[in-house]
């Protein structure tokens, strides 16, 4: 090859190489940590686990198997599938985890449909109660990201509406702990530009807190506080922290205010695990009100990441879930792990 055909075939390859990287989307990007630093084996969780955020990922009998084998390989005792169904769908969803009725939990929903008509209240509860009698343990994953709960009807009231009551207080009645999830992390409120750090993720789920009818961060926050007040006999678990991750002292101070609150930080390690030495002074604080979830499909990958950052004091590791920084452990004592783990999931489940 002569050797100006040489030069300019590097340059084209050279500047190939330069263009992918200028296109490349942060969506695509995949560091990976070039620190010569310890790193914990993970085997599986120090202390048995309850996963108290799942959900219906099995679709088959043999996924339910595997799941459970991944379960066993990781420290899970139990997982709790939030299937927010009613009817015929809950039924369904209870049948197929029967087999290991010590190994999963199946929660149930709000039969929603019809809320604004006379009489729909008795028949929620009704429909609660058969729920219930046929397996369920509790209700979840309610969702309100600003126009109401969610249901197969499209948004209906907010937790703290007047016409939920008969069905929170039916939960207490029964015994039953409501999982909840309100708004979504403050990064999908805020601009998206670059000075969003949550961008990658913000993006994709942002939120235009502009529309008619939709309730902003705080509001939703808020709608959970008056529910939460108004009845305080009924167990309520804020999932993913409440999505006050970016604030953790709005959760706290719910923490400090009622006694029947808990929260889970299922999908929500990701973005807690930069501060990593303020987490676990909060888990310090409240470790008797913070219950661990994952709320992402069962794989080893994800049980051992969620591990380590509870668990140990590694530092600066990726796991491609969850956004483009670094995750650092929080390195929990024994005492804490076994309450977070275990024995805070015991104290509300039925």
Known sequence: MKPILSILLFAAITASAQDDVTNLKLKDYRPESVYKIPITKIEKAKFPAIDVHSHDFAKTDED??????????????????????????F??????????????EIWCGFEIDGYKEAGWSDKAVAELERCVNKGARGVGELSDKGFGLRYKGGFGPHIDDPVMKPLLKKCAELGIPINIHVAEPIWMYLPMDSTNDGLMNGYKWKIDSTQQGILGHAALVKTLDNAVRENPKTIFIACHYANCEYDLSILGAMFDKYPNFYADGSARF?????????????????????????????????????????????????????????????????????????????????
Request: net charge positive; hydrophobic share 30%.
């Open 270 to 350: 990701g973005e807690v695990s930069p501060i990593p030495r303020y987490m676990a002074k909060f888990y310090e604080k409240y470790q008797d009100r913070l219950l661990y979830g994952t709320d992402n499909i069962p794989e080893f990958p994800m049980y051992e990441v969620t591990i380590r950052i509870l668990e140990t004091l590694d530092e600066h590791f990726y796991y491609y879930r969850f956004y483009h920084w670094p995750s650092h452990g929080f390195g929990l004592s024994d005492k804490i792990l076994k309450k977070v783990y275990r024995e805070n999931a015991k104290k509300v489940m039925k």
């Open 91 to 104: 039924d369904s969803i209870c049948d197929k985890y029967s087999r290991y009725k010590n190994r999963f």
């Open 64 to 89: 339910v198997d595997r799941w459970v084998r991944t379960m066993d390989s990781c420290g899970i005792e139990k997982s709790i599938i939030l299937s927010g169904a009613t009817g015929t769908r």
